[in-house]
């Protein structure tokens, strides 16, 4: 007999599995779920052998595009992606950092155009590995843990 | 592809600077020719700058361009809360050319990418100004015949001085070797010295400004150690007396040593040594003019015979 589930499981959608407990509400709100109608399930603070605590969240009947969802490697580059069909993981993904960031972060400079017009942010990621981003305008450089989501 | 707009000295690669400093050469011989005849040129200072201005509009007026444009803000519609885009794509129905100096940082680069016309940054915030680094680099080539190999030590604010780290980046395809000379609380920012790393350029760290520092160099860079960059007053005093050259300082230097400075000067290169042969600075300054009426041309496509 496996355990219990600590949250329900899914007949067809995307299981977000594995992210980072302080990342969860940021996901939600990259990924605009506040906005679906679908039925969302959030964990938070779950056993994780692997993490100690993590959260976890399902959606149901939804399919995420690649660029709608790698728009969360920002702040949790190591979640696992579960896309569920009939109860069955048919495919399991990755998120990957995309080389552009547009309009998901604001720039740490308050000197910079982007904080002073209106206009859409880009960053260009100079390192996936340690996430390191740089303004595409005024060329500032951001570590992973400096990042402000707009 | 020729670059359309100049916002980054990155923005050039090796062979743009050579045809710069070529174009920039025949400009020095006969700086006065028809070829802006017709056109108009917008200088857009939304802070005032007058050295760049003056540079920018004697290169456009001697290619007899017409300028329009504003030197200060205060007389420009951004005070009304006029967006940049606005101003830039009203400009832009009547200029062929916008030379644009901004306090913010990374507005050459949104304005650039708006502008119908070609831009030029004359200054962005503390982030690029090309033009001052593309003078430096023709200074260089002109008073060394060449940009290879050259032994350059660059002394002061290496911290803040943006002038310092555009020089290191156009240098860069040159194979230089940098003596960095500044106090401890102005020393090289660490990501230029993971550029030059990555380049394969040696450079070498001074505190003190040694002899040794100046007499391997074929161009000393002076540049400001300002009061307002320290966060610790003891230590500018300590150190405000440091990084100043005196003409004896030169007296084993290499012959063909220039003292380089972005200008203003203030202390930092005392009086006696303007009448030295080796102190270049004011016609650095000038070359100013001859490299920004190679760049706008350029920019523009017109061809300089």
Same mark, same amino acid.
Not at chain 1, 53 to 66: A, C, N, P, Q
Not at chain 2, 43 to 55: C, G, K, N, V, Y
């Given at each position: 007999?496996?355990?219990?589930?600590? +949250? !329900?499981?899914?007949? #067809?959608?995307?299981? @977000?599995?594995?992210?980072?407990?302080?990342?969860?509400? $940021? /996901? %939600?709100?990259?990924?605009?779920?506040?906005?679906?109608?679908?039925?969302?399930?959030?964990?938070?603070?779950?056993?994780?052998?692997?993490?100690?605590?993590?959260?976890?969240?399902?959606?149901?009947?939804?399919?995420?595009?690649?660029?709608?969802?790698?728009?969360?490697?920002? +702040? !949790?580059?190591?979640? #696992?992606?579960?896309? @569920?069909?009939?109860?069955?993981?048919?495919?399991?993904? $990755? /998120? %990957?950092?995309?080389?552009?960031?547009?309009?998901?972060?604001?720039?740490?400079?308050?000197?910079?155009?982007?904080?002073?017009?209106?206009?859409?942010?880009?960053?260009?990621?100079?390192?996936?590995?340690?996430?390191?981003?740089?303004?595409?305008?005024?060329?500032?450089?951001?570590?992973?843990?400096?990042?402000?989501?707009? | 592809?020729?670059?359309?707009?100049?916002?980054?000295?990155?923005?050039?690669?090796?062979?743009?600077?050579?045809?710069?400093?070529?174009?920039?050469?025949?400009?020095?011989?006969?700086?006065?020719?028809?070829?802006?005849?017709?056109?108009?040129?917008?200088?857009?200072?939304?802070?005032?700058?007058?050295?760049?201005?003056?540079?920018?509009?004697?290169?456009?007026?001697?290619?007899?361009?017409?300028?329009?444009?504003?030197?200060?803000?205060?007389?420009?519609?951004?005070?009304?809360?006029?967006?940049?885009?606005?101003?830039?794509?009203?400009?832009?129905?009547?200029?062929?050319?916008?030379?644009?100096?901004?306090?913010?940082?990374?507005?050459?680069?949104?304005?650039?990418?708006?502008?119908?016309?070609?831009?030029?940054?004359?200054?962005?915030?503390?982030?690029?100004?090309?033009?001052?680094?593309?003078?430096?680099?023709?200074?260089?080539?002109?008073?060394?015949?060449?940009?290879?190999?050259?032994?350059?030590?660059?002394?002061?604010?290496?911290?803040?001085?943006?002038?310092?780290?555009?020089?290191?980046?156009?240098?860069?395809?040159?194979?230089?070797?940098?003596?960095?000379?500044?106090?401890?609380?102005?020393?090289?920012?660490?990501?230029?010295?993971?550029?030059?790393?990555?380049?394969?350029?040696?450079?070498?760290?001074?505190?003190?400004?040694?002899?040794?520092?100046?007499?391997?160099?074929?161009?000393?860079?002076?540049?400001?150690?300002?009061?307002?960059?320290?966060?610790?007053?003891?230590?500018?005093?300590?150190?405000?007396?440091?990084?100043?050259?005196?003409?004896?300082?030169?007296?084993?230097?290499?012959?063909?040593?220039?003292?380089?400075?972005?200008?203003?000067?203030?202390?930092?290169?005392?009086?006696?040594?303007?009448?030295?042969?080796?102190?270049?600075?004011?016609?650095?300054?000038?070359?100013?003019?001859?490299?920004?009426?190679?760049?706008?041309?350029?920019?523009?496509?017109?061809?300089?015979?």
């Amino acid at each position: 007999m496996g355990k219990a589930l600590q +949250v !329900a499981a899914l007949e #067809n959608g995307t299981a @977000i599995d594995h992210i980072p407990t302080d990342a969860v509400f $940021k /996901v %939600v709100s990259l990924l605009q779920l506040q906005r679906l109608g679908n039925r969302i399930t959030i964990g938070n603070n779950l056993n994780s052998n692997k993490m100690g605590t993590k959260g976890l969240i399902k959606v149901s009947d939804k399919f995420f595009k690649e660029d709608e969802i790698n728009r969360i490697a920002l +702040v !949790a580059p190591s979640v #696992n992606l579960n896309i @569920i069909r009939n109860f069955e993981v048919v495919e399991k993904k $990755k /998120v %990957v950092l995309p080389d552009e960031i547009i309009e998901i972060v604001k720039c740490n400079n308050p000197k910079c155009i982007s904080n002073n017009e209106p206009m859409k942010t880009i960053f260009h990621v100079t390192d996936k590995e340690k996430v390191e981003i740089q303004c595409h305008y005024c060329e500032v450089k951001i570590k992973k843990e400096e990042i402000v989501l707009i | 592809m020729q670059p359309r707009s100049l916002v980054n000295i990155g923005d050039y690669d090796r062979e743009d600077i050579f045809r710069i400093l070529k174009s920039a050469t025949k400009f020095k011989e006969n700086p006065d020719r028809d070829l802006l005849k017709g056109k108009v040129c917008a200088t857009l200072f939304f802070e005032p700058s007058t050295r760049t201005r003056l540079s920018f509009e004697t290169a456009v007026n001697r290619l007899r361009g017409r300028i329009i444009g504003f030197s200060d803000s205060a007389t420009s519609s951004s005070t009304k809360g006029e967006s940049l885009k606005d101003t830039i794509m009203m400009v832009s129905n009547y200029a062929d050319l916008i030379i644009m100096r901004h306090h913010l940082e990374g507005s050459a680069r949104y304005a650039s990418e708006i502008s119908p016309v070609p831009l030029i940054n004359a200054g962005d915030g503390s982030n690029q100004h090309p033009t001052q680094t593309m003078l430096d680099l023709f200074t260089i080539y002109e008073t060394q015949g060449t940009l290879e190999n050259l032994t350059v030590t660059i002394v002061g604010d290496l911290k803040y001085g943006r002038a310092v780290h555009s020089l290191i980046q156009g240098l860069s395809y040159f194979n230089p070797t940098f003596n960095f000379v500044a106090p401890e609380e102005l020393h090289i920012p660490e990501k230029y010295k993971l550029f030059c790393d990555d380049k394969n350029i040696s450079y070498r760290e001074y505190t003190n400004f040694s002899a040794e520092s100046i007499n391997s160099a074929d161009i000393l860079y002076m540049t400001r150690v300002q009061k307002e960059r320290f966060t610790d007053l003891m230590e500018y005093e300590k150190v405000k007396n440091v990084y100043v050259l005196h003409n004896e300082m030169l007296s084993k230097s290499k012959e063909n040593l220039k003292v380089l400075h972005p200008l203003p000067r203030v202390k930092e290169i005392s009086q006696d040594v303007d009448e030295n042969p080796k102190a270049y600075y004011f016609q650095q300054a000038k070359n100013g003019m001859y490299t920004r009426q190679a760049i706008i041309c350029d920019l523009m496509g017109i061809n300089v015979s």
